[in-house]
Nanobody
Framework: QVQLVESGGGLVQPGGSLRLSCAASGFTFENYNIGWFRQAPGKEREGVSC????????YYSDSVKGRFTVSRDVAKNTLYLQMNSLKPEDTAVYSC??????????????????WGQGTQVTVSS
């Protein structure tokens, strides 16, 4: 079955960096839309960055554009999120998820079927 396991979260000071990883199994990695999502306390889950399986198109939310970079290693079935210039407002539980449909491409949480357990990212001095 589909399994997604995130790692790499932790506590970092403002301005610091972290790299999150999402190890995937149980499906053909490159055939699914895949992305990173986050949920801060008291807020709705939001799409951070997603990759389209059809054409490799990448979406970034406005709040992370220019600071975060998503990538995937098909050979390792792993999705990454490089997070630079972290801010306190980036504090959240970060989860990866996959959408078995290839069209349409969205980064809307409700469109994604399979989810990892999440990893906590805390940005604080």
């Amino acid at each position: 079955q589909v399994q997604l396991v995130e790692s790499g979260g932790g506590l970092v000071q403002p301005g610091g960096s972290l790299r999150l990883s999402c190890a995937a199994s149980g499906f053909t990695f490159e055939n699914y839309n895949i992305g990173w999502f986050r949920q801060a306390p008291g807020k709705e889950r939001e799409g951070v960055s997603c990759i389209s399986s059809r054409d490799g198109r990448i979406y970034y939310s406005d709040s992370v554009k220019g600071r975060f970079t998503v990538s995937r290693d098909v050979a390792k079935n792993t999705l990454y999120l490089q997070m630079n210039s972290l801010k306190p407002e980036d504090t959240a539980v970060y989860s990866c998820a996959v959408d078995p449909r290839t069209f349409p491409f969205t980064c809307t949480p409700k469109s994604y079927r399979y989810w990892g357990q999440g990893t906590q990212v805390t940005v604080s001095s």
